[in-house]
């Protein structure tokens, strides 16, 4: 009975080709040490409406490079972005949430309205306070990343029951947000390396 050598060529294949994508993916983490700032910014981490992120950013006492991270992986910088839980724009914000954050006063609603989510201005500044909001309730910023994917209250609510000897992350219950905070803190650290001042300064 003969080998079939297709087959056998297709799995010699199979087991080589993982080995050939983790050193394509090497090769490029280390090139991109090695190439400009501006190039590596404009190709792996562009950043639109820059200067309303840093004007918000500042009328509300939020690190800019926060909220950039919070938009990539929020939505990828897709100002049209909804989700099926109802969530809109840039920093997917929740209705009730913009409506709860125009309550407190912190928002300016002649120029910012609630209830125009998609107008990517009003997301940003709605989405700022909402971590200012947060920033004031928490102590850290895993704190604040993981109230802003699921909530104020679950937040508090590891906090309480955490013993106090390991990390705010591992007593996350939800592995999505545990993921979450990780990809945030991930994004900020890169918008901080290659926007190290402000994210509108190049």
């Given at each position: 009975m003969g080998v079939d050598t297709r087959n056998a060529g297709f799995w010699r294949w199979y087991r080589v080709l993982p080995i050939f994508l983790m050193a394509a993916i090497l090769a490029l983490s280390l090139g991109i040490g090695f190439l400009p700032k501006p190039l590596v910014r404009s190709l792996f981490f562009?950043?639109?409406?820059?200067?309303?992120?840093?004007?918000?950013?500042?009328?509300?006492?939020?690190?800019s490079?926060?909220?950039?991270?919070?938009?990539?992986?929020?939505?990828?910088?897709?100002?049209?972005?909804?989700?099926?839980?109802?969530?809109v724009g840039l920093m997917q914000i929740m209705p009730?949430?913009?409506?709860m954050v125009s309550e407190m006063g912190t928002v300016d609603t002649n120029h910012y309205n609630p209830s125009d989510l998609t107008d990517p201005a009003t997301n940003i500044e709605y989405g700022t306070a909402y971590l200012s909001y947060l920033q004031s309730a928490l102590e850290s910023d895993d704190e604040v990343i993981a109230a802003y994917n699921a909530g104020l209250g679950s937040v508090q609510s590891w906090q309480e029951q955490s013993d106090g000897s390991g990390s705010f992350v591992d007593s996350i219950a939800y592995p999505e947000t545990r993921h979450y905070v990780e990809r945030v803190n991930e994004a900020l650290r890169q918008y901080q390396q290659y926007y190290p001042n402000k994210m509108s300064t190049r």
């Open positions: 562009p950043v639109n409406y820059a200067e309303r992120i840093d004007d918000a950013a500042q009328r509300h006492g939020v690190d490079h926060l909220v950039a991270a919070v938009i990539r992986c929020e939505s990828g910088w897709n100002e049209s972005a909804q989700s099926r839980a109802g969530a009730d949430t913009a409506k």
